[in-house]
């Protein structure tokens, strides 16, 4: 009994106490984020300086650099008027001056919240310094790092300024550190402006654009930024924001540097280099005015929380005082009640117990009335403990029935415990409801609802263990005569121009489309038989316990339910897709685990599609011992290309490129070959496609770029293969699409010329359509190579738009030799199209592939200026080349009954 009386007396001085302790770490806590505020605000005062500093050292740095490069020098006009030699005198005067007081802002920041920001900004300092010094990167690259170090300290400052803000201080606190916010953002505008626009003024005016989109929009932002002084909460702070940006120095720097737009037009006369530079005074008085804004700022906003800190401070005192008070009144109330209870709790424990044993009291509690009526609650309650044990065993025997249709225990426990056990019956039932939703969605495609990946090789393992299975019960030790398994059949199924559903009507018309063939797809097979979507437009369909021409038979109907229209909608016409089908059929026992035979399966029927599509798409193909061997074939052929490639075993053949005006060598595109140890030569493009599935594109193309400049600069030398003429032939070189989007092609074709000692303009560089189309990236390499001279062909396959042709970086558009071949009149006309929209933008049009002279006459009628192909010259080696007769021999050939001009407004 005493424990029990210990126990209710120690629980009330245990609550006060952590009442007490909780309001302390309350009060605790607010001072703790005052001071984290204080912390902040100085972090971010010291890395505005050191981002004000950072920005300083760009412009003299860039100056320098510039007036050290004499192409740049010229370009930026600092040869004229003695520019370059005083910046040469007093460049290093003034950059060891912006480099000092930058190292001065790094050593003012202490080893607080801005530290790790300082740490990262001296590393990236050391090295662009260094680089700088060594005059190695150009003046954008300067630009670039210096303006990374900035972003990141602008960052911190900015992080340092939200986390100030967000530390839970008070009102009148937190719109002092929103204000510091403010100006923070408007002072780190500001002084990027003059840096960004120097760096674009001495580039040259076809590089400016990334430049000056960058400077625009820093400049709009200042603009938009130098309206918000509304937002500050203190008329003292808006005067001097107001009086920062509007000082007539200020908004003459201003209109200074909104005349940048002479940049873009690279116009004489107007905004220069050595103009800008004279605007430095200018820009480093402004960027001084508005520091001290943020000085008044960040003073406001440490005088605030040091206000708050105080506050919060004395309360943290006075709430100590009271919980200490509180503790000790509790304790002596706690102690006087004890003893007066004592004896009546020794009568109502042993009430309680007789009710825990859920029999009735021995006697009736005696002592006080409150005592006495817990002793009658006690009975009451023991009978309704006893109700509620035999509904809890109902439930843990599972029987969840029983468990409600009991009557509920009276009063409220009876009610709640009755509402507990219906709620625990219901809470199973939703867990049993989500579970077999959860295994639904983790085995079924969502859109259409068929199976997904990880069912088939599921089902298609189950299924070829039983297939196995079978093979050993029957066979001889098993002493059953064996008896052939049935086989299990894969239909890989492909679509065939969904993505031209999807591009044209958008992808809920595609999910359309995908939920109509999905259920086509299941009208056709067995019950029983599985059918999935993987992903994308492919679909799969396993089938237990059919032949071959079964299997084939199903194929076919499958094509042809997925050929039918789908509706998409009144509004909207309906919609046609192809498919493909490859099959592949189980062998009979498997000689290694399930998973991995299943997975095989799959991916043979995955290759057996691919030869349907490329046999022409909408037919089935099945994955027999034939493919197989070619598969097999294929993956030795990759291997032994990535070691011929390695081990340089390639060669170049050389392929003539003729005018067709008067037979005029123009060029020679240079081919790989490889000669196969006993297996003969390897063709140009199964060899590219070999190099492309091992990986190995740019070591291709580097080998092709130095190779081909190497024989060209050796012709070049000794007058051969026609560079011994007036107009010198040019050497083509194509590159794979993953080379052309790599960015390291720029120092390849570099590397390349430099090596062979050849000028640019002496090499084409020949880019599929489809990778400049598709990535940026390429078509942004290949404009820095037709910058540098490098003539660019693109090969044109009819997909780009003619809108988009004028951005296309290329001198000439090589016609595929698909197209040029054909004897489809759509073809004829698409190369027609062609044509008039290259020489629209200027772009030369070559044709390939010229075999006969109906396709000479057909290249020539629309207008292709050189032709290259069997007809002109089969590839060759480089001593055939150089005793090739000159000028080519081209036959006179009329041009067929086609039209032979398209009027440019025709649509291509």
């Excluded at 969605?441 to 090789?457: F, I, M, Q, Y």
């Excluded at 007769?885 to 081209?890: D, F, R, V």
């Amino acid at each position: 009994m005493w424990q029990h009386l210990a126990v209710l007396a120690v629980l009330p001085l245990l609550a006060t106490a952590l009442l007490g302790a909780e309001a302390v770490r309350v009060r605790a806590e607010e001072v703790a984020h005052v001071r984290t505020a204080q912390q902040q605000l100085e972090a971010s005062r010291q890395l505005d300086a050191l981002r004000r500093a950072v920005d300083q050292e760009v412009l003299p740095t860039l100056a320098l650099a510039v007036a050290r490069d004499p192409v740049a020098s010229a370009r930026a006009g600092f040869d004229v008027g003695g520019t370059a030699e005083r910046l040469l005198a007093d460049g290093p005067a003034a950059q060891a001056a912006a480099r000092a007081a930058t190292d001065a802002a790094l050593d003012a920041v202490d080893q607080g919240r801005a530290a790790p920001a300082a740490q990262l900004a001296r590393s990236q300092l050391r090295l662009v310094r260094e680089a700088a010094d060594q005059g190695t990167p150009s003046p954008d690259t300067l630009s670039w790092c210096y303006l990374q170090a900035s972003d990141a300290l602008l960052v911190a400052e900015r992080g340092a300024a939200v986390r100030a803000g967000s530390a839970g201080l008070r009102a009148h606190s937190a719109v002092a550190v929103n204000d510091v916010g403010l100006v923070v953002e408007l002072t780190g505008l500001a002084s990027r402006q003059l840096p960004l626009l120097f760096t674009a003024a001495v580039l040259p005016v076809n590089l400016r654009g990334p430049v000056m989109r960058k400077w625009r929009g820093v400049s709009g932002s200042y603009d938009l930024q130098t309206g918000a002084a509304s937002g500050l909460s203190t008329a003292q702070l808006r005067a001097s924001w107001t009086a920062a940006v509007s000082d007539l120095r200020h908004e003459r720097l201003g209109h200074q540097l909104g005349a940048s737009d002479a940049l873009t037009r690279g116009a004489p006369g107007e905004l220069t280099p050595t103009s800008l530079l004279l605007l430095r005074q200018s820009s480093a008085e402004r960027d001084l005015a508005l520091s001290r804004v943020l000085d008044q700022a960040l003073a406001g906003a440490t005088a605030a929380s040091s206000a708050e800190l105080a506050t919060s401070e004395r309360a943290l005192a006075l709430t100590v005082a009271l919980c200490l008070t509180a503790l000790a009144t509790s304790a002596v109330t706690t102690v006087v009640l004890a003893r007066r209870l004592s004896g009546s709790l020794r009568h109502l424990a042993a009430a309680a117990r007789s009710a825990l044993e859920g029999s009735p009291l021995a006697r009736r509690v005696s002592g006080p009335r409150e005592v006495r009526d817990a002793g009658d609650a006690l009975e009451s309650t023991a009978a309704g403990l006893r109700r509620v044990g035999e509904q809890v065993e109902a439930v843990a025997r599972g029987d969840l029935a029983a468990a409600l249709a009991l009557p509920a225990a009276p009063g409220r426990l009876g009610r709640a415990v009755q509402t507990s056990v219906e709620a625990v019956v219901h809470a199973v039932e939703a867990r049993d409801a989500l579970r077999a939703e959860l295994v639904h969605r983790a085995s079924h495609d969502p859109l259409t609802g068929l199976a997904n990946r990880a069912t088939v090789l599921a089902e298609l393992a189950a299924a070829l263990e039983v297939v196995t299975a079978l093979a050993q019960t029957s066979g001889p030790s098993a002493g059953v005569a064996p008896a052939a398994p049935e086989p299990v059949a894969v239909l890989f199924v492909d679509l065939d121009g969904f993505k031209r559903v999807n591009d044209r009507c958008g992808h809920a018309a595609g999910d359309v489309v995908l939920r109509t063939v999905a259920a086509r797809l299941v009208a056709q097979v067995r019950t029983g038989d599985l059918v999935a979507r993987l992903g994308g437009d492919e679909f799969v369909v396993l089938v237990r316990g059919a032949e071959l021409p079964d299997v084939v038979e199903l194929g076919r109907r499958l094509v042809e339910a997925v050929r039918e229209p789908v509706p998409l909608g009144a509004d909207e016409p309906a919609q046609s897709v192809g498919a493909s089908v490859g099959v592949a059929l189980s062998a009979g026992a498997q000689d290694d685990d399930a998973s991995r035979a299943g997975a095989r399966l799959l991916a043979e029927a995955d290759t057996a599609v691919y030869r349907a599509k490329r046999a022409g798409r909408g037919r089935v193909v099945v994955f027999d011992g034939e493919l197989r061997r070619e598969e097999a074939e294929r993956a030795r052929l990759v291997t032994e290309v990535r070691a011929a490639l390695a081990a340089g075993d390639l060669a170049l053949r050389w392929e003539p490129v003729a005018s067709t005006a008067d037979g005029a060598l123009l060029a020679w595109h240079a081919l790989p070959h490889w000669a196969r140890p006993g297996g003969g030569s390897v063709p140009a493009s199964r060899l590219v496609a070999a190099v492309q599935e091992a990986g190995a594109d740019r070591e291709l193309g580097r080998w092709l770029l130095g190779a081909a400049l190497a024989q060209a600069a050796a012709w070049r030398s000794c007058g051969a293969a026609g560079f011994g003429a007036e107009r010198a032939p040019v050497v083509a070189v194509a590159v794979t699409d993953r080379h052309a989007c790599d960015q390291r092609l720029l120092d390849d074709v570099t590397d390349a010329l430099v090596a062979a000692d050849v000028p640019p303009e002496s090499l084409t560089v020949i880019a599929g359509e489809s990778a400049v189309g598709a990535d940026p990236a390429a078509s942004w390499h290949l404009g820095a190579l037709r910058a540098m001279g490098v003539r660019i062909a693109v090969i044109g396959v009819g997909s780009t738009p003619v809108c988009d042709l004028p951005a296309l970086p290329a001198h000439a558009v090589s016609l595929s030799e698909e197209l040029t071949t054909s004897d489809d009149p759509v073809h004829h006309r698409v190369v027609e199209l062609l044509a008039v929209a290259a020489r629209s933008v200027g772009a030369d049009v070559v044709a390939t592939g010229v075999a006969t002279t109906g396709q000479l006459g057909r290249a020539r009628a629309a207008g292709a200026h050189a032709v290259r192909g069997p007809l002109v010259g089969r590839p060759m080696t480089a001593e055939q080349a150089a005793a090739l007769p000159l000028p080519l021999p081209l036959p006179v050939a009329a041009a067929p009954a086609t039209r032979s001009a398209v009027p440019v407004s025709s649509p291509v």
